[in-house]
């Protein structure tokens, strides 16, 4: 393995972190720059992971290798950063009617299935504080991550290891040439071996990647206090409720494809209430609100590799509404590939939306 090389992260949420912690597993040099997370949709992000789409209620894109190193990555990075960020908890799906009920038996028999779709079925009563009108099923093997401390528990230890520079990056001003990465006439990456933009919704603003098909999902989730919940498990039913501990607990999310921006709405706030009211029926306090931007892609895979023409350059994004999920397995690809040229896999490199670039091109030379 290549020792010692260093590289330049542009981004610290999920992608930016846990692209440099793979770095340095492998014993890799990084050094990352952040304007202060003013617009990191991992702050926001309510953390949750599990393995199932409940829709067709099968199991999600790629589960039986993301999950695992889910689990042994947030691990890992609990005693990098010294503190317990990561909870395995299962998600209670309350069935929105009888037949939701029997198709989950029925599934929970097939093969496959057996280690993540409980076929005990919880009814109204066991879980005090929850409707439960058609009763509930639990899913296996998922969890949460507590996203805002994770980030600051990384952030201060980059902070402390000199490896986090805290600026915004204009990206009116960025040039390659041979020397490497400028902003104005200041040479920003001298001595890296490559620069990696994990800079998530911005990147339609970014002049290398802009090209690439991008959607900026806006999400809204409020946190409540409601005595007397007590709830163990994360609930699920149009939306979710993690459970925060004090009776507090993280209510998402919408999702809003115009106005995209980082203000909170009282529509969004109406929304989440309204389905909230169906899920609980215990009185609870709005005591916040947040909003942030999911960094989506049309086919929902992430987006890794480098830039087709520019190799000095390469992207970590894309990791749309499941970053926890994608990003500690596709962290390790992406640092298999920087460091020993490793094929990432066809489904997430950047290189199946090459003729993107190409239209670019062509439309930015007409
Ligand atoms: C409401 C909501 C709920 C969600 N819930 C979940 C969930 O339960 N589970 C889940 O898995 N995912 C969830 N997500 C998705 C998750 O938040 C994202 O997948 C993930 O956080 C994206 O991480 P990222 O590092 O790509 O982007 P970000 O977290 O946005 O990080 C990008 C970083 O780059 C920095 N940056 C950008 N441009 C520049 C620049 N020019 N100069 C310097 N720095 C720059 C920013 O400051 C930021 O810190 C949710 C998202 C939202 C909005």
Not at 108 to 134: C, M, N, W, Y
Not at 255 to 268: F, M, P, S, Y
Not at 322 to 347: C, F, H, N, T
Request: glycine content about 10%.
């Amino acid at each position: 393995m290549a020792a010692n090389h260093r590289w330049l992260i542009i981004g610290q949420g999920l992608a930016g972190s846990c692209l440099a912690y793979s770095l340095l597993e492998r014993q890799q040099e990084v050094t990352l720059i952040d304007r202060g997370h003013a617009t990191a949709s991992t702050w926001v992000a309510a953390g949750v992971f599990h393995p199932i789409q409940f829709r067709k209620l099968s199991k999600s894109w790629n589960v039986d290798r993301l999950i695992p190193e889910v689990h042994r990555f947030f691990g890992a990075m609990q005693s990098w950063i010294g503190q317990d960020v990561l909870e395995s908890r299962e998600v209670l799906r309350l069935f929105t009617s009888t037949e939701e009920f029997n198709n989950w038996f029925a599934r929970s028999q097939e093969l496959g299935f057996e280690a993540v779709l409980d076929p005990e079925t919880i009814t109204p009563g066991q879980r005090p504080g929850l409707k439960l009108p058609h009763h509930g099923g639990r899913v296996l093997g998922g969890g949460w991550i507590n996203l805002p401390a994770w980030l600051t528990g990384v952030r201060e230890r980059l902070q402390r290891e000199g490896r986090l520079i805290e600026r915004k990056l204009e990206y009116d001003q960025l040039s390659l040439t041979e020397a490497g990465l400028f902003q104005g006439a200041e040479l920003l990456s001298e001595g890296y071996q490559g620069v990696i933009f994990c800079d998530g919704w911005q990147l339609p603003r970014n002049p290398f990647f802009g090209w690439l098909p991008f959607q900026e999902v806006k999400g809204e989730v409020l946190t409540v206090h409601c005595p007397g919940l007590d709830l163990k498990e994360i609930a699920n039913r149009k939306l979710i409720v993690v459970p925060l501990g004090n009776d507090k607990y993280r209510i998402g999310s919408t999702n809003q494809w115009k106005n995209i921006d980082l203000e909170v709405t009282e529509a969004a706030q109406e929304e989440l209430l309204e389905r909230l009211t169906v899920m609980l029926d215990r009185p609870f306090e709005v005591i916040d609100q947040q909003a942030g931007v999911r960094p989506t892609v049309p086919d929902r895979r992430p987006l890794l590799g480098r830039h087709p023409h520019m190799p000095y350059l390469a992207l970590f994004n894309g990791l749309g509404s499941r970053g926890v999920m994608y990003a500690p397995y596709y962290a390790g690809q992406m640092a298999d590939y920087l460091i020993e040229g490793k094929e990432v896999d066809s489904e997430v490199n950047l290189i199946r939306f090459k003729k993107h670039l190409a239209k670019s091109t062509l439309q930015s030379d007409s």
